[in-house]
């Protein structure tokens, strides 16, 4: 069965650090997210990308924050200068039509932890 | 706002017993209401939705949940709980703003399951 990805599973930084985040959406899918879950609180929406641009995104998704779909596969959310308060579990989700009417999928997560 | 509460934090029941987490929504037309489950080191999985039609909506693994729009509430539901159903559940309620429906969740009720 088709499955979203996400590399790596944990990653450690230190703040002030780039990282980036990786996805494999399923293959078929146009239509991609993040969404993180800070320890303790809600799951909240960061981003929504469709044909090669943002459609989407939240407050927290400030100029420190960017998406890229770099190639036909992967889907990457990066950040430019982390935060301790971007410690966080990552989601990446994916589905072949918008939102609502379809499924989106969802991935393991990768955990940030910021030092 | 749009706005799911999950007032139970942590449940725990005995294997075979009967189950129903609560769901609270806010929201000010029809709702998109979902359930998902995320057990450890799984991403976030898709229990059931609800659309429109029939409130009371079947599931995956023997979950129902029934929408009561009166009491702005989305219950699931299930008659005898196994112990591999100890997990992570969220309930979410569909944004309609924009052309991608992100999610909004609530923040997740953690289910034990003694034998």
């Known amino acids: 069965e088709p499955e979203v990805t996400q590399t790596p599973s944990h990653q450690v930084t230190q703040m002030g650090q780039e990282v980036i985040l990786r996805c494999v959406p399923i293959?078929?899918?146009?239509?991609f997210y993040w969404y993180r879950q800070i320890l303790g609180q809600k799951v909240e929406f960061l981003v929504s990308?469709?044909?090669?641009?943002?459609?989407?995104k939240s407050e927290i998704f400030d100029d420190q924050f960017s998406v890229e779909r770099p190639d036909g596969s992967n889907f990457t959310l990066k950040i430019r200068s982390t935060k301790l308060e971007d410690s966080a579990m990552y989601f990446c989700?994916?589905?072949?039509?918008?939102?609502?009417?379809?499924?989106?999928?969802f991935g393991p997560g990768t955990r940030l932890t910021v030092l | 706002a749009q706005s799911v509460t999950q007032p139970d934090i942590h449940i725990t029941v005995s294997e075979g017993a009967s189950l129903e987490l609560r769901c609270n929504y806010s929201y000010g037309a029809t709702p998109y209401l979902f359930w998902y489950v995320q057990s450890p080191g799984q991403g976030l999985q898709l229990l059931l939705k609800?659309?429109?039609?029939d409130t009371l909506v079947q599931g995956i693994k023997g979950f129902e949940a029934e929408f009561k729009r009166s009491q702005s509430s989305f219950n699931l539901r299930k008659p005898s709980v196994h112990w591999s159903d100890a997990a992570e559940y969220f309930c979410?309620?569909?944004?309609?703003?924009?052309?991608?429906?992100?999610?909004?969740w609530g923040l997740g009720t953690s289910l034990a399951v003694n034998p």
């Open positions: 990308f469709y044909n090669n641009e943002i459609s989407e």
């Open positions: 293959s078929n899918h146009l239509y």
């Open positions: 979410a309620v569909a944004s309609n703003a924009g052309n991608n429906r992100k999610l909004i």
């Open positions: 989700a994916s589905s072949d039509l918008a939102g609502i009417y379809n499924e989106q999928f």
């Open positions: 609800y659309f429109s039609g």
